[in-house]
Nanobody, 125 residues
Framework: QVQLVESGGGLVQAGGSLRLSCTTSGRTFATMAWFRQIPGSEREFAAAIRWSIGTTYYSDSVKGRFTISRDNTKNTMYLQMNSLKPEDTAVYSC????????????????????WGQGTQVTVSS
């Protein structure tokens, strides 16, 4: 059974930091990503990583503040979030696909067949 389990969300003041984790089991993946969503809005791409070679991709809204990484030995992906802003408040979900996606398609939720349950991140002003 394939599982993606997130952890690390919470409440933090603006300017603070959080680290999210996503631990996988059941199979290996080619690409993993973090998306975020606020109620009433579509999922927004935040960051992605090619599992085997570690190439990373970021949305303009998080570039320079967030860092995506992975630990192959622990089957875990991370999102280090620094300099958090109130507009970063959202439910953050990890996503994974065993299929190699183009650099354009990896920012689209439809490219991922596996999702975690989501973890709430709230940034207070």
């Amino acid at each position: 059974q394939v599982q993606l389990v997130e952890s690390g969300g919470g409440l933090v003041q603006a300017g603070g930091s959080l680290r999210l984790s996503c631990t996988t089991s059941g199979r290996t993946f080619a690409t993993m990503a973090w998306f975020r969503q606020i109620p009433g809005s579509e999922r927004e791409f935040a960051a992605a990583i090619r599992w085997s070679i570690g190439t990373t991709y970021y949305s303009d809204s998080v570039k320079g503040r967030f860092t995506i990484s992975r630990d192959n030995t622990k089957n875990t992906m991370y999102l280090q979030m620094n300099s958090l802003k109130p507009e970063d408040t959202a439910v953050y979900s990890c996503a994974a696909t065993p299929v190699y996606s183009s650099s354009v398609s990896l920012a689209r939720p439809i490219s991922y067949g596996y999702w975690g349950q989501g973890t709430q991140v709230t940034v207070s002003s």
